[in-house]
Antibody, heavy 123, light 110 residues
Framework: EVQLVESGGGLVQPGGSLRLSCAASGFPVSSNYMGWVRQAPGKGLEWVSVIYSGGRTYYAASVKGRFTISRDNSKSTLYLQMSSLRLEDTAVYYC?????????????????WGQGTLVTVSS | QSVLTQPPSASGTPGQRVTISCSGSSSNIGSNTVNWYQQLPGTAPKLLIHSNNQRPSGVPERFSGSKFGTSGSLAISGLQSEDEADYYCATWDDSRNGPVFGGGTKLTVL
């Protein structure tokens, strides 16, 4: 059974750093495109970052240069290192797995999501 | 401001059919497939429709999707009270090299 479990959220001051983890089970994290999606309180979903099975990474403009996505295949865990945090980064952060298995990104969709971890940036 | 445009709200009575629209552009919906997610209050999003009109295992046939040009649409027939949730459309955006989402539509079952 596929499961994604996030951890690492919490309260951090503006300008601070935090590392989120997403423990995956039921599939090898290295074989799938994986992503982070966030949801600010009362708002919609916003893509944050993705990592391809081959290791390529991409970031939303709002976090580029501040966030780093990575994975540890041996631990089957996805990470999101967040630095220079801003008030507007406050959100529930979800990790998600791509489900199509397609070589064409235009077909990508997230078939499994974690339960989310709350990051609050406040002084 | 979300890249894809959805109506903020929709409503219907039990048994009715409702549709939710999703408007994009040539760099996203126009050249890629549309997906829909359902988010019940306090829970993570759940995949509802992928590849424009494909239902994952376990999703009732009442839910259907379509795409035409740079727009997508989600239809829910035989509306039930448990369908009350937020619905998000999503697709790949070629100019952003990543997925984009609609702002979400809150469905109320009257």
């Amino acid at each position: 059974e596929v499961q994604l479990v996030e951890s690492g959220g919490g309260l951090v001051q503006p300008g601070g750093s935090l590392r989120l983890s997403c423990a995956a089970s039921g599939f090898p994290v290295s074989s799938n495109y994986m992503g982070w999606v966030r949801q600010a309180p009362g708002k919609g979903l916003e893509w944050v970052s993705v990592i391809y099975s081959g290791g390529r990474t991409y970031y939303a403009a709002s976090v580029k240069g501040r966030f780093t996505i990575s994975r540890d295949n041996s631990k089957s865990t996805l990470y999101l290192q967040m630095s220079s945090l801003r008030l507007e980064d406050t959100a529930v952060y979800y990790c998600a797995r791509e489900g199509s298995g397609s070589s064409w990104a235009g077909m990508y969709y997230f078939d499994y999501w974690g339960q989310g971890t709350l990051v609050t940036v406040s002084s | 401001q979300s890249v894809l445009t959805q109506p903020p709200s929709a409503s219907g009575t039990p048994g009715q059919r409702v549709t939710i629209s999703c408007s994009g552009s040539s760099s996203n919906i126009g050249s890629n497939t549309v997906n829909w997610y359902q988010q019940l209050p306090g829970t993570a999003p759940k995949l509802l429709i992928h590849s424009n009109n494909q239902r994952p295992s376990g999703v009732p046939e009442r839910f259907s999707g379509s795409k035409f040009g740079t727009s997508g649409s989600l239809a829910i027939s035989g509306l039930q009270s448990e369908d009350e949730a937020d619905y998000y459309c999503a697709t790949w955006d070629d100019s952003r090299n990543g997925p984009v989402f609609g702002g979400g539509t809150k469905l109320t079952v009257l």
